[in-house]
């Protein structure tokens, strides 16, 4: 279903006019103009009231919507009996071609035409064909509208997404301009303090800043490196650089391409723990069509550390249908498989 916004409104008046133009035309005396006027106005009316009141349409809500409106319909019939038909059927057409998804309101729309041309024809003089090449012109214009619409949705998400992915790479590149300098520098005095520094202590407290820092530049790195990451190919090689920047040695073997994506949040939390709390030297990442695997050589389970992380991972994967597990033998492994 979709949801109306500010243009029900504007809908709305459309039809009114629409309405009161042929009201004016097929009206023969003032009694019966401005009683049509006030079942045309009433009809319209419980269009603008239900669809900005109800946020959230179904199916059920559209066809409630009708149901009310068909009492004015009849109000109008017995007023002007036969024409009325020919105005009210493009609103309830264009109002179900709006409201309903693409291929049900094709043919809800037909099966409307159909019914209101047939008893047009049935009941008056004029030929079926004359009805419905009328109501067939108006119901393709429509149609053409309500495909116009959807193109300039499209292109407005296609606008949004590309505004999206430019913020993300500005942000990205603010971050590592800024606090990657930073680190940087950070590290290198601690450095300069613990070559030059005759106390012990003061060696140490400089030792510990220099690997805090070469840390926190490695996960920098990958945090900037996830934000410009589209495909699963980056997602890795953004991993082995953030692991290899941290002082490990990554070795990847690839049996094929990792096809799912839900891999990435397993790839992204394992690295991260990998860099923050193993103190591992080495790391083996093992891909396949259906199956990731990362291992090293770190303190066991210092790498699940965060339990709830990894909970929230593999809840991930087991509702996609797959499975996963934390293993601790000789550091940890990870696995994650999914089919």
């Not at 493009?90 to 035409?113: C, E, H, Q, R, W």
């Not at 005759?198 to 690997?211: G, R």
Request: proline residues 2%.
């Amino acid at each position: 279903m979709r949801d109306f916004n500010k243009t029900t409104m504007a809908f709305t008046v459309v039809w009114v006019m629409w309405g009161i133009i042929s009201v004016s035309y097929t009206g023969s005396t003032r009694g019966v103009f401005l009683p049509s006027l006030m079942a045309w106005l009433a009809f319209c009316g419980t269009h603008w009231v239900v669809f900005l009141l109800v946020k959230n349409l179904t199916t059920w809500v559209v066809a409630l919507v009708i149901a009310i409106q068909l009492i004015f319909a009849i109000i109008l019939w017995l007023l002007m009996p036969g024409p009325v038909l020919l105005f009210i059927t493009p609103y309830l057409i264009n109002m179900v071609v709006f409201t309903l998804p693409g291929l049900k309101a094709d043919l809800i729309s037909g099966i409307i035409l159909l019914l209101i041309a047939s008893g047009i024809s049935f009941i008056g003089d004029k030929p079926p064909i004359r009805i419905i090449s009328v109501l067939v012109v108006l119901t393709g214009y429509i149609l053409v509208s309500r495909v116009t619409v959807e193109l300039n949705e499209a292109n407005g998400k296609a606008l949004s997404k590309a505004h999206q992915e430019a913020d993300r790479e500005r942000i990205a590149r603010d971050i590592h301009d800024l606090l990657g300098q930073s680190l940087t520098v950070v590290a290198l005095k601690a450095q300069i303090i613990e070559r030059l520094s005759a106390d012990p202590h003061n060696k140490q407290q400089a030792a510990e800043i220099t690997a805090i820092s070469r840390q926190a530049i490695g996960e920098l790195r990958y945090t900037v490196a996830q934000l410009r990451c589209h495909t699963m190919d980056e997602e890795l090689e953004a991993a082995t650089q953030a692991l290899e920047a941290a002082g490990m040695k990554v070795t990847v073997h690839r049996n094929g391409e990792m096809r799912h994506r839900e891999f990435s949040w397993v790839l992204r939390k394992a690295v991260t723990n990998i860099i923050r709390y193993s103190q591992a030297t080495e790391c083996t990442i093992t891909m396949s069509n259906g199956g990731l695997q990362i291992s090293d050589n770190g303190i066991e389970g210092e790498t699940a550390h965060h339990d709830a992380e990894f909970a929230e991972v593999a809840q991930r994967i087991t509702q996609a249908g797959g499975s996963f597990r934390l293993e601790h033998m000789n550091g940890t492994t990870i696995t994650a498989e999914l089919r």
